[in-house]
């Protein structure tokens, strides 16, 4: 149970990320990981406040969102993140956040054109845009799911809702919650007194590659 | 008399949230509670930074906002403070803001429209406009309460000055706070270049009645 | 001499309102004070960053802006701030921002206009624009005098430039540095998608007398 | 090797000024310095955050950017760096962001006009945009080289990707790099809802003129 112990450390500290990085106010955001080789996740408790997450508090549940270890009910998005493990067997990790600029993109249903290297580096394209769902089945789950399926990109805008993020693992969705928020804020503002220049697709192709391929230090063993 | 000391404590530490979430600057803005029980509530001193705040400089006034204890001068919003008390009994916690993007929206008169699945959460469709009204008589007080009356929101933009929110608890009136200034910020950014979509009448029901209900956890008993 | 003392620390502190109200980046901001019965005032030495400042740091200069006492180079805005003691006698304090919103204000020679009661309280109407000045003579310094001797706001906007405020006290002259960046930024805001709703004459009398009369606490003896 | 060892901790310690005046998020970023009288610089290596830098992890390499100290990759923009150094000799340091309205003029391809005497004062003119090049050659660097001989400015807008700044050290090219988003962001908002006032060509060189020989302390000894 020590494996499951890590995880719930590492995503415990992760949520600090969220607030950090001025995505999230008061409660509205959370990230979960997958627990490797079982059907289970770890996910933030509902309503509760960052200051007060701990390994100890995050709660463990099934792929249905079902609450299997924990005294807190789960987040209210757990069946998302749920429908996302359950779906997508190389995602490890999930994110969920209402980030300002990008849930302003999502508003509009206006996908986040890729005009710059950075997108092209970390979204291989656009960040598209998935439906308007309702909570309370699995519609935003299988929005999430269909829409990223047919894109490069590890982030999806739920229509009038927010975005979703995901990961190999839930440090490399939340680093994809961090880049969307940074991106949409920056288009956002390139486009309010202009029209940002579109990158040739070849040389979007060109720079994912590379950067999918050869950014960063080799995982340490 | 520990109860008075209890929330006299809770006031003066809900008020650390509003420099923390950006919705005030110097010393403008201010948190009150309701004293369950009595015809009294707690409120900021007029003109004391946040820095200073603390649970014995706190004051109590009467509903019709008499200082009763403490040796500083009360809010000079403390008048329509007492009026919201006076005449929403369910309402125990009242803040007032200034928050830059809501008061934009009311700068200009216009309501903040139902656009992201958060709004029909917390606020159950737009966030409304009240009067402009001058300070000194119960004109503030009295159009907050003619506003919210006809609304489901707990945040009411008044024209030219700036926010107020209700709640069960003053923690819940600060949760409005800076939820109202969190969308009024996002949707003003979509507004900027484009349209944002609107949620239909029927979904943002079914959004308010699930959140209203099911969010976050049983209050400890 | 304590008196100098109490005064170079006051000035110091000060300083650390600038960068915490996000109102300077790097050295580009500055507070003095008058002494008090003397042609002198107590300002921030030129280029040095906000973390360096110290009562010990500061330095004193007469109102033609030479060095008096201090082992550092003025300000190199010292002339206009030392300008502004000798031709307005009730002013104690003067300070001096490039604060982002308000600068683009006067980046376009625009007054930021009376559309909210906040403005009416601390500006009482408009906040005015200075002329274009070069820096070296008495240029910039005659612009704020004149500017602001036909308006009640203790803030200009020099063109192209950035902010003055005066006050009574330095802290006074702070607070309007604050607020003026405050409102600044909540009515351009409001002017990004649309068009705020102008506050009466006699309403912006009324809200003024008031502010000015009533707001805080009597000051401590 | 002890003056190497100053300048790994110099530049380990200018890193923190990125987030410090939010030019940066996640690992965005980064700060190189020559190594005086040697065909070497100091460099952050490549995907590490800014919690985690210090003088220890700093990377050296030569001015082709081949690793010649230090156990992990140098950023992947080190070819860049290493190529402004190899053909601007007056060039001891280099900074590189994406900083939010910088990238935004980027995005647009539009350089920033001398509206502020910020500008006019820090960059002696427009800060002007470079051409789009990929990375993986010498294109990126010859493109900030080839814009930044024909202009005073030290800061260039390299197009759809962020900015590049240089410096007499690596403290003034943190310097620039502050300036030009606080420069990008204030003429932005400006021409939000107008048009700024431009400043006379003989204006902008006098400034310049001044602020270049004028400003700041005298180097200590």
Request: glycine share 8%.
């Amino acid at each position: 149970m020590s494996l499951l112990h890590e995880i719930r450390q590492t995503v415990a500290d992760l949520h600090a990320e969220l607030p950090r990085n001025d995505l999230v106010v008061w409660t509205a955001g959370n990230v979960s990981a997958r627990v490797p080789g079982e059907d289970l996740l770890v996910i933030k408790p509902s309503g509760i406040s960052y200051d007060e997450i701990s390994a100890e508090n995050m709660v463990v549940t099934d792929l249905d969102g079902n609450l299997v270890e924990g005294s807190h009910k789960p987040s209210s998005d757990t069946a998302a993140h749920a429908y996302v493990y359950k779906h997508m067997p190389h995602v490890n990790g999930v994110v969920h956040t209402h980030s300002t600029y990008a849930t302003a993109w999502a508003a509009r249903g206006e996908p986040i054109p890729c005009v710059l290297t950075m997108i092209a580096d970390e979204f291989g394209g656009e960040i598209p845009v998935g439906p308007f769902a309702l909570i309370g089945d699995d519609s935003i789950g299988r929005g999430i799911v269909e829409t990223l399926q047919s894109h490069r990109s590890p982030a999806v805008l739920m229509r009038n809702h927010g975005v979703f993020t995901i990961g190999k693992s839930a440090k490399d969705a939340v680093k994809a919650a961090v880049m969307c928020e940074d991106v949409a804020r920056t288009v956002h503002i390139a486009r309010q007194i202009g029209v940002p220049i579109p990158i040739e697709q070849a040389d979007i192709d060109s720079l994912y590659a590379r950067y999918q391929n050869v950014y960063g230090q080799e995982p340490v063993a």
